[in-house]
Structures are given as structure tokens and as C-alpha cells.
């Protein structure tokens, strides 16, 4: 099941439960002792910069694949920290990630040594708004990769909150890669806890299976794989890179949106859930794929009308990032989360444009 560490930072006392939480997440992705201790070492880092710079905020930990799928290492999983604040913001970005800038009273770390230890860091801040941060560790790859082709010019990320800091999020979302096809897919198991977990996490099981074939017949097979769970609602969203292809289909109240150039474009889904009442007949859109296409796919618990930003479209942040801030900016205490909420987003890797 899609176990999540949600800490709230807003004392010292909570820094130790962080870096706890990413030892455990390491554990759960098969690090060995030396990058547990750097996915340690970079959790507790950003988390004591939340208290020292934005006067706290939010550190979700968990287990994800990587942003870009490279043939033959489908497999491997990283142990993400995203962390999440209201603060001032960086006035001055890149300074901020040069040498010698440190928290005071830190490890001394500083967020330039974070990026150097982390495979994957991005952050996004703005004065005045707040900063999140996204840092992937993962364990050196088994073996070459394949030749690169299509398919490692798109990349995936995204963040998942589980209600009320439960352990396991009802929400969880995967994606696979068969040559030229990478297809992505939000699942929400009905309901939240222990019983939409395994929903969830039985659709997750069956996609792997499931790389090679269209949206709708993946949601035909997942179908048969939630038979006897209490079904979830499940979009799924599938790139054919080398022919420039976006096709997509969902049951359920999975929101989809894709971003064509600075416009949005709503994809819709069926009624029904999969597992126990999927339609009968199920549609498929398509639209092109290009360089300048972000796709935003979200459950229920981020509020149906919330509005993209500039962010929201960008080609070049980690699409961690963009899923991290369009769940901040979207929820307020005059709105709060009142279910598990997954935010993924796929998009094209930086520099593809000729």
C-alpha cells in the first residue's frame, strides 16, 4: 500500500520525526546504508530550513519511481522529500543554491549541498508566497540502460497527502513504459484508509501489466484486478512518444487537465468505478503530445475549480514541483483537504525543442 510520511514542522521536536521518516522510506525503497544516510541527511536539512527560513511548514516523504522512465530500470524506486511552506520565499534563488550558503544552527548542509546529494532537486519559490522543494534519492541503477529513445523525453512526478496523517493514502499513482509508450494513471481507491489503500494499490499491481495496451483496455483489465476491493476511481493517461499522441481515458471524478501552450484543456472521464460499476462503453481522447504539453491529473480531495497558474504549465520544473505547488495553492485553511489527495503531472523533459 502507498505508504506516506506526512510531518508537520513547526518545532525542533519535529525534525527528528523527518529524518526517522525518511530512514523508514529508505528502508521500504532497498537503499543501502550509505544513500539512506544521505536521504536522511537531506530530509533533516530541509526540514530544519523550514523552521529557520518560512517559520515552518510541510515534509511529505514516500516512495516513487523515477521522473523519467529509462529502459530497463522500470523498477527502481527512490525515496522523494517534498517539503512545503508559506513563508517569505527566496528572493534570490540561485544564491541560495551556491556553496557556502547555510541554515544557521544546521547541519550546515545548505541547499546547494542537498541538490549536489540528491539524483533529482528542484524548488520552486516566490517572495511573498512560500517555497517547495522536491529531492529524489535512490540507489545506484543495476546494469546499463537501453539505448535512449522517444519514450526518455518524458518525464512524471507528483505528491500524494493522505487524510487527516494517516499512514497510508487511499490515492496512489504509477506509471510504466513499454518502447515508445509511457502510461501514466491516478487511481483513488473509494473512500480513504486501510480498504481504499488496497484498492488503490491492486491498481497499481495490474498496470505493470498493462504498458502495451490502449487507456481503455488498461481500464478494462484493472477492472477485473479490483474485483472485490471497494473499486476506486482511475484515470489513465498514455504517451505514444514516438508518434507525438496523448491519449487518455478515466471512470470516476479523477480531474484531468492538459496544458497546450499556455491553454487548458478539461479531459473527461466516465461515471462509474472500476472494480465494481465500470461503464460498459469507454471513450478515449487524444490530442497531440508536443514540447510545450503539461498534463495534470488529480483525485477529489484538491477542489474541482481550483486555478492553474504559469507554474502549473511549465515545461521546465520537476513536475514534482508543479503537482507540490498546485496542492499548496489550491488548499487553504478556508479549504482544507477533506480526503486523501494525490497531485501527478506528466511532462516533457527540459531542452527537447530544436
Not at 158 to 176: E, I, K, M, R, T
Not at 230 to 235: D, E, F, N, T
Not at 284 to 293: G, L, M, S
Request: include cysteine.
Amino acid at each position: 500500500m502507498p505508504r506516506v510520511w506526512d510531518v508537520p514542522v513547526h518545532d525542533s521536536t519535529r525534525v527528528r520525526d523527518v529524518r526517522v521518516a525518511a530512514e523508514q522510506a529508505a528502508a521500504l525503497a532497498g537503499l543501502d546504508e550509505r544513500r539512506t544516510a544521505t536521504a536522511a541527511l537531506v530530509a533533516t536539512e530541509l526540514a530544519t530550513n523550514l523552521l529557520k527560513h518560512a517559520g515552518g511548514g510541510r515534509v511529505l516523504i514516500d516512495v516513487v519511481a523515477p521522473p523519467v522512465l529509462a529502459g530497463g530500470r522500470d523498477g527502481a524506486r527512490l525515496v522523494q522529500v517534498t517539503t512545503v511552506d508559506h513563508g517569505p520565499g527566496i528572493a534570490d534563488v540561485p544564491a541560495a543554491l551556491g556553496d557556502g550558503f547555510t541554515t544557521a544552527h544546521s547541519l550546515g548542509a545548505g541547499l546547494g549541498t542537498c541538490a549536489r546529494l540528491s539524483d533529482h532537486f528542484d524548488l520552486h519559490s516566490v517572495p511573498g508566497r512560500g517555497t517547495v522543494v522536491a529531492a529524489r534519492i535512490g540507489a545506484v541503477p543495476d546494469g546499463p540502460a537501453t539505448e535512449p529513445g522517444p519514450a526518455d523525453r518524458v518525464r512524471a512526478g507528483g505528491v500524494n497527502l493522505p487524510f487527516g496523517g494517516a499512514q497510508y493514502s487511499g490515492d496512489a499513482w504509477a506509471w510504466v513504459r513499454a518502447g515508445d509508450l509511457v502510461t501514466l494513471m491516478l487511481a483513488d481507491g473509494l473512500g480513504h484508509g486501510p480498504e481504499a489503500a488496497r484498492a488503490s494499490t491492486a491498481a497499481v499491481d495490474a498496470l505493470r501489466d498493462a504498458a502495451h495496451v490502449t487507456p481503455a483496455d488498461a481500464l478494462r483489465r484493472l477492472d477485473r484486478a479490483l474485483t472485490g476491493t471497494r473499486g476506486a476511481a482511475v484515470a489513465v493517461a498514455q504517451v505514444d512518444a514516438r508518434a507525438g499522441v496523448l491519449r487518455f481515458a478515466g471512470v470516476g471524478n479523477i480531474g484531468a487537465r492538459l496544458c497546450e501552450g499556455g491553454t487548458w484543456r478539461h479531459l473527461l472521464s466516465r461515471p462509474g468505478i472500476i472494480g465494481t460499476h465500470r461503464p460498459t462503453t469507454l471513450r478515449e481522447e487524444t490530442a497531440d503530445w508536443a514540447d510545450d504539453r503539461v498534463l495534470v491529473l488529480h483525485s477529489d480531495g484538491l477542489p474541482s475549480r481550483w486555478t492553474p497558474t504559469a507554474q502549473t504549465c511549465s515545461t521546465t520544473a520537476d513536475p514534482a514541483v508543479t503537482a507540490a505547488v498546485t496542492l499548496r495553492d489550491a488548499s487553504s485553511p478556508a479549504r482544507p483537504v477533506r480526503d486523501d489527495t494525490a497531485v501527478v503531472v506528466l511532462a516533457p523533459v527540459p531542452g527537447n525543442r530544436p
